[in-house]
């Protein structure tokens, strides 16, 4: 059975850093790439940034890049986002999603897993 698990949300202050943590199982961790998609309240989903566990390549929306950084542990099966700098508009749920084979995209619809999301707030 695919798991994808979440953990590392909350509320953080404007400027802030949070570390996202998203833990696989069942599936072979290599041959996916990993995303991290979020969604704020009446806002379409955004995928913010991808990695390819087979070369590393990676992907950063424009609204994200510089402050984000995406990483992935073949040996824990854990893909991570670094988030700092953080903005009120960065609040949303944000969703780790796999995607065989492992192609970096930022097309939301191609993904074939989803984790149950982590909170991320923003606020003063």
């Known amino acids: 059975e695919v798991q994808l698990v979440e953990s590392g949300g909350g509320l953080v202050q404007p400027g802030g850093s949070l570390r996202l943590s998203c833990a696989a199982s069942?599936?072979?961790?290599?041959?996916?790439?990993m995303s991290w998609v979020r969604q704020a309240p009446g806002k379409a989903r955004e995928a913010v940034s991808c990695i390819s566990n087979f070369d590393k390549s990676t992907y950063y929306s424009d609204s994200v890049r510089g402050r984000f950084t995406i990483s992935s542990d073949a040996a824990e099966n854990t893909v991570y986002l670094q988030m700092n700098s953080l903005k009120f508009e960065d609040t949303a749920v944000y969703y780790c999603?796999?995607?065989?084979?492992?192609?970096?995209?930022?097309?939301?619809?191609?993904?074939?897993?989803w984790g149950q999301g982590t909170q991320v707030t923003v606020s003063s």
């Open positions: 069942g599936f072979a961790f290599s041959s996916f790439a």
């Open positions: 999603a796999a995607l065989k084979p492992p192609i970096v995209t930022a097309n939301a619809a191609m993904y074939d897993f």
